[in-house]
Nanobody
Framework: QVQLVESGGGLVQAGGSLRLSCAAS????????MGWFRQAPGKEREFVAA????????NYADSVKGRFTISRDNAKNTLYLQMNSLKPEDTAVYYC????????????????????WGQGTQVTVSS
């Protein structure tokens, strides 16, 4: 069993920055690829960023490329999402996800690849 707990969300003005964290427990974190997804009100959940098991493989949605950076600290069992130059359209609940079925996998943008999800953290960007 895996537990994922996100933190770091909040209210920020457009152009500002936030760093999300996702603390993982219950499995050997370093073996598994992970990702960030988000869901805005009235919209379907969408891919934001993903990272492979060792951190060398990353993948970003076009809408966040150049503004967001995904990273991981395997010693701390923690996943991060650094979000800069935030826009009102980034407002959503952000979820971290982990794929426990694949060992040493590269980053994947497919939500179906992930079998564990956090409870989400709200990010609100005001204009």
């Amino acid at each position: 069993q895996v537990q994922l707990v996100e933190s770091g969300g909040g209210l920020v003005q457009a152009g500002g920055s936030l760093r999300l964290s996702c603390a993982a427990s219950g499995r050997t974190f370093s073996r598994y690829r992970m990702g960030w997804f988000r869901q805005a009100p009235g919209k379907e959940r969408e891919f934001v960023a993903a990272i492979g098991w060792g951190g060398g493989s990353t993948n970003y949605a076009d809408s966040v490329k150049g503004r967001f950076t995904i990273s991981r600290d395997n010693a701390k069992n923690t996943l991060y999402l650094q979000m800069n130059s935030l826009k009102p359209e980034d407002t959503a609940v952000y979820y971290c996800a982990l794929d426990s079925k694949t060992h040493y996998g590269d980053a994947s943008p497919r939500s179906s690849a992930y079998d564990y999800w956090g409870q989400g953290t709200q990010v609100t960007v005001s204009s």
